[in-house]
């Protein structure tokens, strides 16, 4: 498998100090890697640099073999990235239907409305029951499922998701973490930022962790116990 993304050196400033210094990492296609580390690591500049929403230093973000360091967030994501935040990800007053609908009229438009909305309610079946229900009136954990959901609209190549189980009761990470996981095999790249440790071992084959601004190590997760026992020391030990 080649490598879909490619991170070289990224290094971002944010108000004078360096929230990102030279971080390396590659996705390849169809892989899920998850990016661990304490609160202020750098995980979200880091997701949002490579998104195209802040202008790095130093370094270079490689997508599908082109170097796409200084094209704007709009052109990276007509090229098949999306990023799905952790926060303000819906539009609380339309229905899920109309926030589903303006995130494929903002896509590519590779395959009909229809189409698209059948290949995501696949991956998300309650939502058709609901979809005249406003985005607002879902629980956090349906919202942050609608969130992925309006990404995958526009049949991206690579999702960038910044902390899915944030502010999310027990049950309702697992909710998302059982819709995420029938993405695997769908030949979607997904690189993910979390905090819980648990959900990233859940989502991802491959592990980084980072910490003040840096990828400290990076680990297959073959052995779930071994890597969460390492990953705690390089983290807090
Ligand atoms: P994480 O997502 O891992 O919690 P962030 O990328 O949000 O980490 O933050 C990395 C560092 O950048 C932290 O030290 C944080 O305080 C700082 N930071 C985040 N956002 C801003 C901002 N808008 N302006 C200045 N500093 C920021
Ligand atoms: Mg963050």
């Not at 079946?125 to 992925?148: D, F, H, T, Y």
Request: charged share 25%; net charge positive.
């Amino acid at each position: 498998m080649s490598a879909l993304l490619r991170v070289e050196g990224l290094t971002v400033t944010l108000n004078g100090s360096r929230a990102v210094r030279g971080v390396s990492l590659s996705v390849r296609e169809g892989e899920v890697v998850s990016i661990v580390g304490p609160n202020g690591s750098g995980k979200s500049t880091l997701l949002m640099a490579i998104m195209g929403l802040l202008r790095p230093d130093g370094g270079r973000v490689i997508f599908n073999g082109s170097d796409v360091t200084a094209l704007p967030a709009n052109e990276r994501a007509r090229l098949g990235i999306r990023l799905v935040p952790s926060e303000r990800e819906v539009f609380p007053l339309m229905t899920l239907r109309e926030n589903l609908l303006v995130s494929w009229e903002a896509g590519p438009r590779k395959e009909s409305f229809g189409e698209a909305l059948e290949r995501v309610l696949e991956v998300f079946p309650w939502m058709r029951q609901r979809l005249r229900v406003k985005a607002g009136n879902l629980s956090g954990g349906e919202r942050r499922m609608l969130a992925i959901a309006m990404a995958l609209m526009s049949s991206p190549r690579l999702l960038l998701v910044d902390e899915p189980s944030s502010g999310l009761s027990p049950r309702a990470v697992a909710a998302v973490l059982g819709s995420m996981r029938s993405l695997e095999g769908s030949g979607l790249s997904v690189l993910l930022a979390e905090q819980n440790l648990e959900v990233a071992l859940k989502l991802s084959r491959r592990i980084l962790v980072m910490r003040s601004g840096e990828v400290l190590a990076e680990r297959e997760v073959s052995d779930p116990v071994a890597v969460s026992a390492l990953i705690r020391s390089l983290l807090w030990g």
